[in-house]
Each structure stands twice: as C-alpha cells, then as structure tokens.
C-alpha cells in the first residue's frame, strides 16, 4: 500500500524545531555582531555626565574598530565549510556562539585596560570564533530542510540575524542611557548567547539520521525528499569545479555586492543619525533597528511566496531566484540613490527611503542566499564558506573606506558619496547573478566513488545493490 508520508510529516517536527534554534543562535549571532555600532556612539560621547569610561577614537579609529570582527571572521570560513562536514555542524556552533558570547561580556573589561587596541584585538577573535556560524548553518539546512520548504525554512533561519539586529539596535539606546550605561550592551548580549549554547548543547541535531527524538516518518520524508544519501561514503571536495563554476562565480559575486552595501549600513547608520540628522542616543538607536525589522518582516513574507511560485510551478527555481535577488538588490540600490539627495532636515525622507535600503534587502534570502544548497547540497556548506570569505572581505573593506572618505561626518556631500559607490556595486552584482546564475544541481554535486566501492558493487547481486524506499505521494 503506498503512504502518503508528506501528510504524516507535514505538522511541527524536529526540523521545525532546528530551524527555530537556528532561529535564535543566529539573533544571538547578529546581536553579538552589531551590539558595539550603537555602543561605539555612546563610547565616545564626551558629553555625556556618566561614570563610565569615554574614549578618544577619531572616525577612522572607529572605522577601524568596527571593521576588526571581519580580519578574524574571513579566516575561518573554508575551514569551517570542511569542519562542518567531518566534525558535525552542532558542535562547531556549539562552540563558536559559547566563545563569542563570553568575550562580549569582556568587552568593557578589555576597553578598560587597553583601549582601542585591545578591543581590535578582541573583536578579531570574536570574527574568529563567528566564522563557523554561516557554513554550518548552511551545513545543517542541506540535511534538515526537504526540497519543498527549502526557502521556507531557509528564509525563517536567517530572519534570525535580522531580528537579533532589530532587538540589539532598539535596546542598546535605553542600555547605553541607563544606570548599567554602554557595558550593558555587551553583558546582556553576551548572557543571551550564553543560554543559546545550553539550549542547542540538549536539543540541536547534525542530521535527521542522528537525531534521536525524530519521528520514522518525518525523517523518512526529509530523507526521500532530499534523495537517497549515503551517509557512509566520504565525500571528496571537487574545488578546481567549484571554484571554476560560473554560477558559482556568480554566486559569489552577489554575496559580496550584497554584503558591502549591508555592512555599510548596519555599521554606519548610528553615524549617519547622529551626526547629519542630528539624532540623539535614544532615536538614533529606535530608528536605526527600524530597516531591519522591517527586514525581517519581510522576510516572513516573501518566503512563502516564493515557495508557492516554485511549487505551483508559476515560475521555475532559477527564474525565482533571479526574481527575488534582482528585488533584493536593485530596489534597495533605487533607495540609496535617492538617499544620495535628501536634503539636510529631511528625517522622515531620509528614514523611509533607508528602511526601504535594508528592509527590500530581505529578498536576497530567497535569492543567492539559498543558492548554494540549489547548486551542490553535498557541499553547502563549503560553498557557503567560500562565498562568506569573499563577502567578508567587503565587509571590512566597507567600513574602512568610508572613514577615508568621511573626513567630515557631518557633511552630506560626503556621504553621498558613500551611498554612490554601495548603490553601483548592488547594480554589477545582481546583474552577474541575473547572467550567469542557476538553481539546478551541478554534476560535481555527487560524490566521486573511489575504485574500491565500484569493485565491491559491481560485485554485488543487483536486488542488494539498491536501498529500499518507501512510495510517496505528493
């Protein structure tokens, strides 16, 4: 009798409950991330009457300051593509969030005794520590996510880092004024991440296959739907193929276009408030979490759409993506564009059109963001981490060439400048990925058997070299 395991499988399971945990390591993630642009505003605040330490960084200081956590964040993430694959992607998080979340908590201490150049120091190794996240993350969706809801719950992980920057940015303003002033940002976003890692430590899971609480039937349906995989055979990296694939250079590109004009503004907007719209501590940082949670509501909405497209078959999984990339990119490029020529007063303008900058951005999750698991899901995760490292690289490039270009943070001129040069590298990128980009699995996806396993199932009896599977019904 054939089973109909998608129904059986279709309500809240273990998957759902990785993709929450996900969910929230990565708000912790982002939180750890941000929670020093707001603090930097208020660390530098002379006139502020607080007992607590003041400091005396110029922009480019800052520039600096805010562009370390990338030095250390690029090294790690090929390797941890590989480590995610050998090792298990829970232990690498289990890690990489526990280390992070303890340094945020010596941040003051660390500011205290050696000023800028040990927090730079610090923040490098926090990089260090958050290098691990992304590759295994993607290394776990390849295996927990079934085909159908790849975007779904791909889209509802990664919303996490928007909303640990929505709850970071609100509440670092009201942290920083209040009686537990700056150093409160750092130990209440180092607490949080701190409880994550005990939560994913009893209830986080590598694969279907290991998990112990997951139901036959729900792992059954991931499993089929995903293909039948041997999880026994050694899967070898085909880099000269990954690296020389267009749709991966493609990939790669986006990523890295999306990542310069994200970072810029995650990293430079409580600047922008402060000093051209005159925005004191406490607006700044309410308005500064505005874009991304819209970001993250947005999120919310066009995953579910894209899903529906992809699955009525209205559009195909390369022309969504190239869809969805081109709205995630182009329209927020639009918005900084317009950005460029708010005149000076314009609050309200100059709010809408940055939360419309980040918040569009959100459709790149259902663009690029996903791509890599389209392309090769055997090596999501090292993939993820190639494109990460490029991107990163961006992400301290960014940072820094404004503090050149910012010789007057108070001057729109100058940070037209800024938004010019973020809106033309969001046009080539999308247009590369709209070029050469696909959704379909590449052929270095599978792995390569070695002699020995040809010799052994040639050898084999044809009603034992197949694995059974159960019938499904869609």
């Known amino acids: 009798m054939v089973r109909n395991r998608r129904d059986e499988a279709s309500g809240f399971g273990v998957r759902h409950v990785q993709t929450l945990l996900l969910f929230f390591g990565l708000t912790v993630a982002y939180a750890l991330r941000v929670n020093l642009s707001v603090a930097i505003v208020a660390m530098v605040d002379k006139s502020s009457k607080s007992d607590f330490d003041h400091f005396d960084w110029n922009e480019q200081t800052k520039s600096v300051i805010l562009s370390s956590f990338f030095w250390g964040y690029v090294v790690t993430q090929i390797p941890a593509g590989q480590l995610a694959q050998r090792v298990g992607a829970k232990v690498l998080l289990l890690f990489s969030l526990g280390i992070c979340s303890t340094l945020a908590v010596l941040t003051p201490l660390f500011a205290h005794l050696g000023d800028d150049k040990l927090v730079?120091?610090?923040?490098?190794?926090?990089?260090?520590?958050?290098g691990f996240i992304f590759p295994s993350t993607h290394t776990l969706l390849s295996k927990w996510a079934p085909v159908s809801e790849r975007g779904r719950l791909g889209t509802y992980c990664y919303a996490g880092a928007q909303f640990g920057t929505v709850i970071m940015l609100a509440s670092s303003g009201f942290l920083a004024s209040s009686s537990i002033g700056w150093p409160g940002i750092f130990y209440v976003s180092g607490a949080a991440g701190i409880a994550w890692t005990v939560a994913w430590?009893?209830?986080?899971?590598?694969?279907?296959?290991?998990?112990?609480?997951?139901?036959?039937?729900?792992?059954?349906?991931?499993?089929s739907s995903l293909g039948n995989q041997d999880h026994s055979k050694?899967?070898?990296?085909?880099?000269?193929?990954?690296?020389?694939?267009?749709?991966?250079?493609?990939?790669?590109?986006?990523?890295?276009?999306?990542?310069?004009?994200?970072?810029?503004?995650?990293?430079?907007?409580?600047?922008?408030?402060?000093?051209?719209?005159?925005?004191?501590i406490k607006s700044n940082a309410l308005?500064?979490?505005?874009?991304?949670?819209?970001?993250?509501?947005?999120?919310?909405?066009f995953s579910p759409i894209s899903d529906f497209l992809i699955n009525r078959q209205y559009l195909s999984r390369v022309t969504?993506?190239?869809?969805?990339?081109?709205?995630?990119?182009?329209?927020?490029?639009?918005?900084?564009?317009?950005?460029?020529?708010?005149?000076?007063?314009e609050i309200d303008l100059a709010v809408a059109l940055l939360t419309m900058a980040v918040g569009i951005n959100s459709a790149t999750y259902l663009g690029f963001q996903v791509n890599h698991i389209d392309l090769a899901p055997n090596h999501a995760g090292t993939m993820m981490g190639i494109?990460?490292?490029?991107?990163?690289?961006?992400?301290?490039?960014?940072p820094l060439l404004v503090g050149l270009v910012l010789q007057d943070a108070t001057d729109p001129v100058q940070w037209r400048t800024v938004f010019y040069i973020a809106a033309g590298i969001y046009f080539f990128g999308n247009l590369v990925f709209i070029v050469l980009g696909k959704a379909d699995i590449q052929p270095w996806n599978e792995p390569r058997p070695d002699k020995k396993d040809d010799d052994n199932e040639a050898?084999?009896?044809?009603?034992?070299?197949t694995t059974e599977r159960a019938d499904y019904v869609d």
């Open 201 to 223: 430590f009893f209830f986080g899971g590598n694969s279907p296959v290991e998990h112990g609480s997951i139901s036959a039937e729900e792992r059954d349906f991931i499993e």
């Open 287 to 301: 308005l500064s979490s505005l874009p991304y949670l819209v970001m993250w509501v947005l999120s919310m909405v």
């Open 320 to 345: 969504s993506r190239k869809l969805f990339n081109t709205i995630g990119l182009w329209i927020p490029m639009g918005a900084l564009l317009g950005l460029a020529f708010v005149p000076k007063g």
């Open 234 to 280: 050694k899967i070898i990296t085909p880099w000269k193929a990954i690296f020389t694939s267009a749709p991966m250079i493609a990939l790669t590109i986006a990523h890295c276009s999306h990542n310069w004009g994200f970072w810029t503004l995650l990293t430079e907007m409580p600047t922008f408030m402060k000093n051209v719209l005159d925005l004191d």
């Open 459 to 465: 050898a084999m009896p044809n009603n034992q070299n």
């Open 120 to 130: 730079i120091t610090l923040r490098i190794v926090q990089g260090l520590s958050q």
């Open 387 to 398: 494109t990460n490292c490029a991107a990163n690289i961006m992400s301290i490039i960014a």
